[in-house]
């Protein structure tokens, strides 16, 4: 990944932004191995006062040799570049901890393997330069190139592609008691289980929260239709976009373009990010792993 953002430096001649994009996706990538971190050596409260020792941390269904730095600097990994691979099971994560997973995939430009996560911030990019050219009344550029409604259109078709198919099929799940017999844990957990399978089909992620049986016609057919769609669509879009820009002559830069290559539109960019995202996805997360974390401190079980 970090040679896809060189070599966009390279050949756009824009080393400074290329540089942006990456302590951006950097940045996110620091904050997530964090709250990993954290949820795994605090471990679970209720086993801590059952005589297990506090400083072991979250070792249920993980590899002893790692403990939990390993194993958190590997779960933030795997679903930051797309690699599928894991040295613990993700579905014996902490509530805490499994968010960190989820969030990548959801936001999905974390780094990312193969270019995913680049032409995602691309997307929250685009729509960053359009936010802010709406508060100063400018036509937005980026990359030289004047933003105008047909680019934001794609862009914005591009990311709603990811939510749509992840927030609709478990709706439908849910909603019609499909193949709900597949789902091997109760309550919030289970739920977090169908929210990362979901997830993970349309991130083209390929790591799974090990809890669910979908080997079901219904299942099949909802995750094969995720795994195309969300592959493809975006591509397309992304696409059209590369070469509607591609097209526009270069403007030169004046005293009102906002530079979009310095620490300013760092923050802007990270701010799209987050307020989209948060607007989009929070509401599944607390659902899943947030009401799951709250629940397990405040010592709830679930049968």
Do not use: C
Not at 44 to 57: E, F, H, K, R, V
Not at 115 to 129: D, E, K, S, T
Not at 222 to 247: E, H, N
Not at 265 to 288: D, Q
Request: proline share 3%; aromatic share 12%.
């Amino acid at each position: 990944m970090h040679g896809i953002i060189v070599a966009l430096g390279i050949m756009l001649n824009r080393m400074k932004q290329a540089w942006t994009f990456f302590s951006v996706m950097g940045g996110f990538f620091a904050v997530f191995l964090a709250i990993a971190f954290v949820g795994e050596v605090q471990g679970n409260p209720l086993l801590t006062a059952l005589g297990l020792n506090p400083a072991q941390g979250n070792m249920e269904g993980h590899e002893l040799r790692f403990g939990q730095g390993l194993t958190a600097l590997f779960v933030t990994s795997t679903t930051a570049f797309t690699t599928g691979t894991v040295d613990a099971m993700h579905d014996s994560l902490t509530p805490l901890a499994s968010i960190t997973p989820l969030s990548q995939m959801l936001l999905n430009m974390v780094f990312g393997g193969k270019g995913v996560g680049f032409i995602n911030l691309v997307i929250f990019a685009i729509l960053g330069v359009f936010l802010t050219g709406l508060m100063v009344g400018r036509t937005p550029e980026f990359l030289g190139k004047k933003i105008e409604s047909y680019e934001v259109k794609l862009a914005a078709s591009a990311f709603l592609i990811h939510p749509m198919l992840i927030l609709f099929f478990m709706a439908a799940t849910f909603a019609f008691g499909l193949d709900l017999a597949s789902i091997n844990n109760p309550s919030s957990h289970g739920f977090s289980e169908v929210l990362y399978a979901y997830t993970s089909t349309a991130a083209n992620n390929g790591s799974a929260f090990a809890g669910l049986n979908g080997n079901t016609n219904w299942w099949n057919a909802s995750l094969g239709t995720t795994l195309t769609l969300g592959r493809y669509v975006s591509i397309v879009l992304m696409l059209a976009l590369a070469g509607s820009m591609a097209a526009k002559k270069e403007v030169p830069m004046t005293v009102g373009t906002m530079k979009t290559d310095g620490r300013l539109f760092g923050g802007v960019l990270a701010g799209t990010v987050l307020i989209i995202g948060a607007l989009t996805f929070f509401p599944v997360l607390a659902l899943g792993p947030i009401a799951e974390h709250f629940a397990m401190w405040a010592g709830q079980t679930f049968s």
